[in-house]
């Protein structure tokens, strides 16, 4: 039998230098991770499939919309034939919430920006915020349509002297998707997305065009003319009412299709950044940054404190048992500075791009070798390392290139309080796994986002630290990794946290797809059996638990303690209770739901996500 070794690093001779340089090489692939980590697009046609390969579906019908008038023929004709409809963002996230298999609307001709009619709106508005450095931001209005996406958006707002208040690392998704996800960046000042949308034009059940914003919203209804500037042949109703407001902005697309945005954006503002490393005992301790993050303190005692602020941690300890950080502090300036020529070291784009080509290069290295991620994440966090970045804001804001890696992520949202126990439970996972030769490849990312009045944000009523857990698609684990994080920091009886609804690997659904063992006569026409990543389906079958036996059909099942096996597979028995979305959200969650069930009254809105946690409304 030939024998086929696999590649080292101890095979190759190399200096110190050129190895080290090496290592960064590899690195590099994951450097980017924790703010963004997806490449730029989906498969958008006759097939849909997500940029992460979760999702792929076959719709009856597709179209892509490209004026109001298009939308709403779509929407009444899929009512009218007892269809569904959803439209996708950019493919840009892991889970099911944008997908349907009968009428799925692509975004990309639904972009660009809207005249907003001035006399409509109250001469009153003159919102500012007060940023953590003492800096004054003022708001300005924009409206644009719901499938541009933030990179087109940076480019007009460039153009308009405009500037996002905040966003997270990467720019390619629609601000539909943004938006009805709470997708978000890192500031205690300052919210999700949802938190700039002043006014949403959505098209509702039999096709009406609804314009929903808060009670005292940017409308006055004395001037407002009821139909589209763009086309006054379509009719505009006018809702405000807060309730409604906050179901709406975040609403994972089944309160129907939006159409166009008002946002509130800054004056054009450049960034200052400083990145070094630090301890996870440092940040952690009397004074540390953290800790006074946490209780309210100052983050930066001997200066001007930070607008945006964020957190790498190496889940490897030290020998000392501490762990190295990465932390990022940005400033902003409201008066123009002269950009930096490049970011951290020179010619690290270069890299990236390799990295980009060469990512099965390294997840086969790792796979050989798993004591490679042990060893080399601290590169990771080093190559970041920079006294002072400076650039116009999005461009700070955004990574890069790296985006495009081919990665699996979840994000969990914690109370503030939780997120310095939840980072130790991290480290206890990773050091788990790593006993089994599973391992991380991408520093644990920590943002800081604003509470939120949105009922189904992760960020509701709270404070709120979210923690990103990234990994390379082919490392050998990685579905035991991920099934791994999203049962411990999801734990109720341990953490209040939320899973992020844009990434989230189908974790909360209804108890109907629950394996329950102490169910009997259960009728699974629509139950589905969830093991990693794959999906065993009973369809149009009984499935009796009673005692140790399991039967579907009449075919005999052994329950073995808390597992029911079918084959050589075993399904772990769960408690309902754990994935019942309306644990995580509480009272926001039944202030929710009718409103959406109003707005989905004929089911029209239903989605795959919806059925998943049990909320499709029947047609």
């Known amino acids: 039998m030939k024998t086929i070794r696999c590649f080292s ?6 200096s110190r230098i050129e190895k080290k340089a090496l290592v960064r090489f590899l690195w590099i692939a994951v450097v980017g991770f924790m703010l963004a980590g997806c490449h730029a697009g989906g498969l958008f046609g006759r097939v849909f499939e997500n940029v992460w390969g979760t ?9 892509s919309p490209s004026t109001a008038k298009e939308l709403i023929s779509a929407v009444k004709s899929a009512q009218d034939n007892h269809q569904r409809i959803r439209m996708t963002g950019s493919g840009h996230s892991p889970s099911d919430v944008a997908v349907t298999e ?3 609307l692509y975004p990309h001709k639904l972009n660009g920006p809207l005249p907003l009619e001035n006399a409509e709106l109250k001469a009153s508005f003159n919102e500012t915020v007060t940023m953590r450095s003492g800096t004054e931001m003022s708001f300005n209005l924009v409206r644009v349509k719901s499938g541009t996406t933030i990179r087109e958006l940076n480019a007009y707002f460039d153009e308009k002297g405009l500037g ?4 997270g690392g990467w720019d390619a998704q629609t601000i539909a998707g943004a938006t009805m996800t709470a997708t978000h960046g890192s500031s205690l000042e300052l919210g999700a997305l949802d938190s700039i949308v002043a006014s949403i034009q959505v098209v509702s059940n039999d096709g009406r065009m609804l314009q929903i914003e808060p009670t005292d919203g940017i409308t ?3 001037t407002f003319k009821g139909y589209l500037p763009e086309n006054p042949d379509i009719p505009v109703e006018l809702i405000q009412d807060d309730e409604t407001f906050r179901a709406m902005r975040v609403s994972i697309g ?3 299709v939006v159409y166009a945005y008002v946002l509130k954006v800054f004056d054009q503002y450049w960034i200052k950044e400083n990145r070094v490393l630090t301890t996870w005992k440092e940040i952690t301790g009397h004074n540390g940054f953290l800790s006074n993050l946490v209780e309210g303190g100052l983050l930066n005692p001997q200066g001007i404190e930070p607008d945006f602020y964020e957190l790498q941690v190496n889940p490897y300890p030290r020998e000392d048992g501490d762990y190295n950080v990465l932390l990022t502090k940005r400033w902003i300036s409201k008066e123009p500075l002269e950009p930096s020529p490049y970011r951290a070291e020179k010619g690290s784009d270069l890299l990236q791009q390799l990295a980009v080509t060469f990512q099965k290069v390294v997840e086969g290295a790792v796979n050989a070798s798993p004591q490679l991620a042990v060893k080399t994440l601290d590169t990771a966090l080093e190559t970041q390392l920079d006294e002072e970045y400076i650039n116009v804001s999005h461009k700070v804001f955004n990574i890069g290139v790296i985006n495009e890696t081919a990665v699996y992520a979840i994000e969990v949202a914690f109370s503030l309080n939780e997120i310095i126990p939840a980072v130790n439970k991290q480290f206890e996972i990773i050091e788990a796994l790593r006993q089994e030769n599973v391992v991380q490849m991408a520093p644990l990312a920590i943002r800081f986002v604003k509470a939120s009045d949105a009922h189904i944000s992760m960020m509701h009523g709270r404070d709120t630290a979210m923690m990103e857990i990234i990994n390379l698609q082919g490392l050998k684990g990685v579905e035991k990794y991920f099934k791994k994080h999203q049962e ?3 734990d109720r009886n341990e953490f209040t946290s939320r899973p992020h609804w844009g990434l989230d690997l189908h974790y909360l659904k209804a108890a109907d797809q629950v394996i329950d063992c102490d169910r009997s006569g259960v009728d699974t026409e629509d139950f589905y059996i969830n093991l990693n990543f794959e999906r065993l389906r009973t369809s149009r079958k009984v499935l009796d638990i009673s005692g140790n036996t399991v039967k579907v059909n009449a075919r005999k099942i052994d329950i073995d303690a808390n597992f029911i096996q079918i084959g050589d597979k075993f399904l772990e028995c769960q408690d309902v209770e754990r994935y019942d979305p309306a644990a995580y959200y509480e009272e926001s969650w039944a202030q929710w739901l009718p409103i959406y069930q109003d707005f989905n009254r004929y089911g029209t809105f239903n989605g795959k996500v919806t059925d998943r946690l049990g909320i499709s409304v029947e047609r």
């Open 9 to 14: 690093l101890s095979d190759v001779s190399l």
């Open 55 to 63: 999702q792929r579906v076959k719709p009856a019908d597709y179209s």
């Open 102 to 104: 009968d009428v799925l």
């Open 164 to 167: 996002f208040p905040i966003l």
């Open 220 to 222: 006055n209804p004395e």
């Open 254 to 256: 089944s309160m129907g």
């Open 488 to 490: 411990v920091l999801l």
